[in-house]
C-alpha cells in the first residue's frame, strides 16, 4: 500500500526529496510519516504530516527536512537538503490513525524503504 522511491547515494551537502506513493483510499484514512533505520541502530521517527498539513517533525533533522503532502497524487513527500553522512539510512513511509505520532507502534502499515546513502 505504500511504495517509497527518490532514495540514492549523494555527497554531503546534495539534496534528495523522497517519494511515498500510496492508495487513495489509504492517503485519504491515515495520517502519513517518514522513519529511518540508520545502520546498527533502531528505526527512529523522521517527520509526519496530518490532513491539515499539520506537522512534527524530529529535532535532529528540524531545519533540513521537509515533509509535505500531494493530494491530488497520494504522495507524501520528505525534502532533505544539506545531507551529512549520519542521515545514511533506510527510510520507510508509514501510516498511522493517530496524529503527529512519533512512536513505532502507532503506525500501522510500512512501506519497503529506500536507501540513502550519504557520502563525505
Known amino acids: 500500500q505504500l511504495k517509497e522511491s527518490g532514495g540514492g547515494l549523494v555527497q554531503a551537502g546534495a539534496s534528495l526529496n523522497l517519494s511515498c506513493t500510496s492508495s487513495?483510499?489509504?492517503?485519504?484514512?491515515?495520517?502519513l510519516g517518514w522513519f529511518r533505520q540508520r545502520p546498527g541502530k533502531e528505526r527512529e521517527f523522521v517527520a509526519t504530516?496530518?490532513?491539515?498539513?499539520?506537522?512534527a517533525v524530529a529535532g535532529s533533522v528540524r531545519g533540513r527536512f521537509t515533509i509535505s503532502r500531494d493530494n491530488t497524487k497520494n504522495t507524501l513527500y520528505l525534502q532533505m537538503n544539506n545531507l551529512e553522512p549520519e542521515d545514511t539510512a533506510v527510510y520507510y513511509c508509514?501510516?498511522?490513525?493517530?496524529?503527529?505520532?512519533?512512536?513505532?507502534?502507532?503506525?500501522?502499515?510500512w512501506g519497503q524503504g529506500t536507501q540513502v546513502t550519504v557520502s563525505s
Open positions: 487513495e483510499d489509504t492517503f485519504n484514512r491515515y495520517i
Open positions: 508509514a501510516a498511522s490513525t493517530t496524529f503527529l505520532a512519533r512512536e513505532e507502534h502507532t503506525y500501522e502499515y
Open positions: 504530516m496530518t490532513w491539515s498539513s499539520g506537522t
